[in-house]
């Protein structure tokens, strides 16, 4: 029986093997050169690509929305100082009520109208009782405003005191009786004199004129403080700028010179301080617009409610100081 012969496998088929084993083997020898680096260090395989921008989301979050800051409230009575400045906000005057066409009636009261003694307990460096000696002199008066801050006036016999006497406006509104030789005249203090000697009055025109001749210039006299009799009553005003929040108050007319001004706190009784130009002021706002108690020299105290924060309008009251 013949043998089979052996079989031999198709050229095409073994040149196919030989590529496929040497295909592996090339890939085997790519896979040990990709795994080390020339000095024996792994390579770092990183987890996932950094997208590229073509692949980056486009979508942008959406902006919050500016708020507008909230202005910030000035502190009160920031209008700092009395009569307020160029550069600090002046607060706008209060507007008088347009409800009604009858004026907020004025109550008034009196106490202690007549102290026992005839003293001048809270009298300051003019007391009254001594004569002060000292010298005059003049000088024009024009419409009679002065540092006292009362306005014009038709009335010129007036007089601007000396700064030492004038201390701080305390003998605002004071009346004196000024004399040389066998003439006198009753001034009103309405001004200062910076640069008067103590004692001395510095006379508007027409009072001096009442004195000596104008040319005399300076002439030796004596004065003393008056108590006079008089019709007018105190009147109450408001300065300037004045509001709930802020306000200077002062005090006209008033017989004798006036020592304090206090405001009602509701509780109490607050006194203000006094300026040069002769307004108290209450600068938090406090008593602004509610009752208050003048007191003179004398101790006398009038108490006075109803009066409107009105800037600039002069309110008269219904009372005056007693006559000593």
């Given at each position: 029986m013949a043998s089979s012969p052996h079989r031999r496998?198709?050229?095409?088929?073994?040149?196919?093997?030989?590529?496929?084993?040497?295909?592996?083997?090339?890939?085997?020898?790519?896979?040990?050169?990709?795994?080390?680096?020339?000095?024996?260090?792994?390579?770092?395989?990183?987890?996932?690509?950094?997208?590229?921008?073509?692949?980056?989301s486009t979508s942008v979050p959406p902006k919050a929305p500016k708020l507008k800051p909230k202005p910030s409230k000035a502190p009160k009575g920031s209008e700092?100082?009395?009569?307020?400045?160029?550069?600090?906000?002046?607060?706008?005057?209060?507007?008088?009520?347009?409800?009604?066409?009858?004026?907020s009636p004025v109550h008034t009261t009196v106490a202690n109208a007549r102290p026992a003694s005839g003293t001048a307990p809270l009298a300051g460096r003019i007391k009254p009782g001594v004569t002060y000696s000292g010298v005059a002199t003049h000088y024009a008066a024009g419409d009679g405003n002065g540092a006292c801050t009362y306005g014009p006036t038709s009335d010129l016999m007036i007089a601007a005191m000396n700064h030492t006497d004038y201390e701080t406006a305390k003998a605002c509104g004071a009346y004196i009786s000024v004399r040389a030789g066998g003439a006198s005249v009753t001034v009103r203090v309405t001004n200062e004199c910076p640069e008067c000697a103590v004692?001395?009055?510095?006379?508007?025109?027409?009072?001096?004129?009442?004195?000596?001749?104008?040319?005399?210039?300076?002439?030796?006299?004596?004065?003393?403080?008056?108590?006079?009799?008089?019709?007018?009553?105190?009147?109450?005003?408001?300065?300037?700028?004045?509001?709930?929040?802020?306000?200077?108050?002062?005090?006209?007319?008033?017989?004798?010179?006036?020592?304090?001004?206090?405001?009602?706190?509701?509780?109490?009784?607050?006194?203000?301080?006094?300026?040069?130009?002769?307004?108290?002021?209450?600068?938090?706002?406090?008593?602004?617009g509610g009752p208050l108690r003048l007191t003179d020299i004398y101790g006398e105290q009038l108490t006075v409610s109803g009066i409107a924060v009105r800037p600039d309008a002069v309110q008269a009251t219904r009372v005056q100081f007693a006559q000593h």
């Open positions: 496998p198709a050229p095409g088929r073994r040149t196919a093997l030989v590529s496929a084993v040497a295909v592996a083997a090339v890939g085997l020898v790519v896979s040990l050169v990709m795994a080390f680096r020339p000095h024996g260090e792994p390579q770092t395989v990183r987890a996932a690509a950094t997208p590229t921008a073509s692949t980056r700092a100082s009395p009569t307020p400045a160029a550069t600090r906000t002046t607060p706008k005057p209060a507007k008088a009520p347009t409800t009604s066409a009858r004026p004692g001395q009055l510095d006379l508007s025109e027409q009072a001096f004129a009442k004195l000596a001749a104008l040319n005399a210039g300076r002439i030796s006299v004596t004065w003393s403080l008056l108590s006079p009799s008089t019709s007018d009553k105190v009147s109450i005003r408001y300065k300037t700028g004045s509001s709930a929040n802020w306000c200077g108050i002062q005090a006209l007319g008033h017989r004798n010179p006036l020592a304090r001004l206090e405001v009602s706190t509701g509780s109490g009784w607050r006194q203000l301080t006094r300026e040069t130009y002769n307004y108290f002021l209450s600068e938090d706002g406090t008593g602004c």
